[in-house]
């Protein structure tokens, strides 16, 4: 019920957002939703998928000295961002709870300086989009790939004012946190180009074909492209993911994607005209979409690659509340919205798993309780 109060929350700023005499609390608003999105996920505890690994290998890091005396900071292979500020915390004493405090001030200002930056009329719409779609998987687990991600959704504003070497600087950064942010860089390149209609509906249906015959389309481009030049250990790797991996099929969730796309692309010009990212947003979305259809066959992959154009998404969702003029209209897409985002992510509110029952690390250490973390991600890890 604490998420559902969350999201309770967003929806009142939506609201908000929307109203006439709302404007006025939209800035406190805002500051109190950034409060709760910083220390849910920084004083979770045994609360995420990846909580206990992450604990194991803090557990393992070196601290600073121990670095310079064995010359290296442990005895794991993680990229050494992370590492290194694990290092710095481990040095001063800290748990890995005050780590993950500290982590999420940071991915938090990020992510509401972007929003406020790019999608400022909209900006409480694109954060309910965010919680429900993004904020358990990455936020609340995924702490390496929460960083990079939020560095490039914040290196967005040097694609739009084409200053690639800061944009570098920080895909540089992020892939210090985790290495699938080079994948960003093409970014720059793409994002700031009218792409054609034509071209995105085309590459889009292509895709849609992929999809629903299930065309091993990504296999095929392992085993007989890429393994001319790539290391065996890349792509065995890659093998082996799109082999063994969960397949992420052709769903409503698909449809609904490419519906979004469709509506946004017919009435890009006038978007344009109102919102100076919007190039940048349906260009994202366009990746998302398209990656989501051709990489079916491995939702590890798929997911890794895609956390960072499903911006375009996030953001693209609330784009269509500009295009109704009428009160009862906008309701009802205000409606479809929050319906949608609770579609998305209500599991993660009532039924019982790594993520729910929520655990505070303030409260259980205060009163000395007993997590039942560990049990419950066993009991997620039977499921897979």
């Not at 557990?59 to 000295?65: N, R």
């Not at 692309?265 to 051709?294: G, T």
């Not at 956390?307 to 409606?335: A, E, H, R, S, T």
Request: aromatic fraction near 22%; charged fraction near 15%.
């Amino acid at each position: 019920m604490y998420y559902f109060l969350i999201f309770f929350l967003l929806c009142i700023g939506c609201y908000i957002s929307l109203s006439i005499d709302g404007h006025r609390y939209e800035k406190p608003f805002y500051i109190i939703l950034f409060v709760l999105f910083w220390l849910t996920a920084g004083l979770r505890f045994e609360t995420g998928m990846d909580y206990f690994s992450y604990q194991t290998t803090y557990e393992q890091t070196f601290t600073l000295s121990q670095a310079a005396k064995y010359g290296r900071m442990g005895d794991f292979n993680m990229e050494p961002g992370y590492v290194f500020l694990s290092s710095i915390f481990k040095s001063m004493g800290a748990e890995i709870n005050m780590m993950f405090l500290f982590i999420s001030l940071i991915t938090s200002l990020l992510l509401f300086t972007s929003f406020h930056r790019y999608i400022n009329k909209y900006k409480f719409f694109a954060l309910l989009v965010y919680f429900s779609f993004v904020y358990f998987i990455l936020d609340m687990s995924g702490v390496r790939q929460a960083i990079a991600v939020n560095i490039f959704l914040y290196s967005i504003r040097f694609i739009y004012e084409k200053k690639l070497f800061k944009f570098l600087i920080l895909i540089i950064a992020a892939c210090f946190f985790h290495s699938s942010a080079m994948i960003g860089i093409i970014a720059y390149w793409i994002f700031n180009k009218k792409i054609s209609s034509a071209f995105i509906i085309t590459s889009t249906l292509f895709g849609l074909i992929i999809i629903a015959l299930k065309i091993p389309l990504m296999h095929l481009a392992v085993e007989d492209i890429l393994s001319l030049f790539m290391p065996d250990v890349i792509i065995n790797k890659l093998v082996y993911y799109s082999d063994v991996d969960i397949v992420w099929a052709l769903n409503i969730k698909v449809i609904l994607n490419i519906i979004v796309l469709f509506v946004l692309l017919y009435n890009r010009e006038n978007l344009s005209a109102k919102f100076p990212y919007f190039n940048i947003i349906i260009n994202s979305l366009f990746c998302y979409v398209f990656f989501r259809e051709i990489l079916w066959e491995s939702a590890d992959i798929n997911s890794r690659i895609n956390f960072y154009f499903i911006f375009g998404l996030v953001m693209g969702i609330p784009l269509l509340l500009d295009l109704v003029n009428k009160k009862d209209n906008i309701l009802g897409v205000f409606v479809f919205i929050t319906f949608l985002c609770f579609y998305q992510c209500n599991s993660f509110f009532f039924l019982r798993s790594i993520w729910n029952p929520y655990q505070n690390y303030l409260i259980f250490q205060i009163f000395d309780l007993k997590g039942s973390g560990k049990e419950r991600f066993l009991e997620e890890a039977n499921k897979l």
